[in-house]
């Protein structure tokens, strides 16, 4: 099988153990991460190649982060070395009323500083069936925003599927310019894409039309099909729009489900209740490997989209950002088992 490559940045995640809050903290946990590299790390535990390219300092930091992927069975062959410094996110867990936390220490990172031209793309497509790359990236930099154009319109020129989590981060955007003077240019060249209803409103001036999108504080994915039609519409090279459906009653209980349109016919996955969750960062990224590893896969819409809803809310389980469940584990889920039982 030909391989999926993602493109982004890679970060040092600080924690307080424990659920403390930030003032309470004398140590932090490590964690390394960041949306696409996420995404790598679970398509290589679901067996499938990839490879992940950034920019990482040539530092025992950035080598740290390289290994972590290493690890996990992520390429890193076309890693660049070079930058200040590897970017920082100081992440405070919530827990019940209590709303998680993130505050970002990433200016002057090996990927802030990226520019186009770095990148050979035609060397790293030569054996790439899928690119991959998300909204946060050309949030960090007018460098990167390029750097993310110029992979785009390569893999369109060589054939290759292009899919973006719209992911909007409101506190990324500082260079200068808007998400929406700069993501329908790079959107414009996907075949796949994956957001919600924040991401459609932020990036574009989309709304859901003609249905409230709650009733009675639940989640109507029905509110979402005029979402995912604006969305092809406004971009006529994509083929399939997913949105996740994340209802949050507290920090500690969310409901998780999403929805797919393919232009013909809205697939609707089944909603869980995910009520002890242990960690929620990387729950978009775990979806968009779990889709990206269900289209490959098995060919099916419902399928891939039931596998991704499956592997996401299994993710609400595993601290760090990362998705460390086995394809077994997704399918046991899809199947309906939910007993948590002991594996012996």
């Not at 062959?77 to 220490?105: C, N, P, Q, T, W």
Request: neutral net charge; glycine residues 12%.
């Amino acid at each position: 099988m030909k391989k999926i490559v993602t493109f982004g940045e890679i970060m040092l995640r600080l924690t307080p153990p424990g659920f403390q809050r930030f003032s309470q903290a004398a140590c932090f946990d490590i964690v390394y991460g960041g949306g696409e590299s996420n995404v790598a790390v679970s398509l290589a535990n679901f067996g499938l190649p990839v490879e992940f390219v950034s920019r990482i300092p040539a530092n025992d930091i950035g080598e740290c982060a390289i290994m972590e992927l290493r690890k996990r069975g992520v390429g890193a062959g076309h890693i660049l070395r070079g930058g200040e410094r590897l970017g920082i996110y100081f992440l405070e867990m919530g827990a019940v009323a209590r709303g998680s936390k993130v505050i970002y220490d990433r200016a002057h990172s090996g990927m802030a500083s990226i520019r186009p031209g770095m990148v050979d793309w035609e060397k790293v497509f030569r054996d790439a069936q899928w690119f991959h790359w998300t909204g946060i990236t050309p949030a960090i930099s007018q460098g990167a925003a390029e750097a993310a154009r110029e992979a785009i319109e390569t893999a369109n020129r060589m054939g290759i599927t292009v899919s973006c989590d719209l992911n909007y981060r409101k506190n990324l955007w500082q260079y200068g310019k808007k998400s929406s003077e700069v993501m329908p240019e790079l959107v414009a060249g996907c075949d796949i894409l994956l957001g919600n209803e924040e991401d459609a409103e932020k990036h574009f001036g989309i709304h859901p039309e003609g249905v409230d999108v709650t009733q009675g504080g639940a989640l109507d994915a029905r509110a979402y099909h005029s979402v995912c039609q604006q969305l092809m519409q406004r971009f006529p090279k994509v083929k399939k729009v997913i949105i996740t459906l994340r209802g949050s009653i507290s920090a500690s209980h969310n409901t998780w489900s999403g929805v797919m349109w393919d232009g013909n016919e809205l697939y609707g996955a089944p909603t869980y209740q995910i009520t002890h969750i242990v960690d929620r960062v990387g729950g978009g990224d775990s979806f968009m490997a779990g889709l990206i590893y269900g289209l490959l896969t098995y060919g099916d819409n419902q399928k891939a989209l039931d596998f991704a809803t499956a592997a996401s809310c299994l993710k609400h389980t595993i601290y760090g950002d990362a998705n460390l469940v086995t394809v077994a584990e997704v399918e046991t889920l899809m199947k309906g088992d939910a007993s948590g039982r002991v594996s012996r």
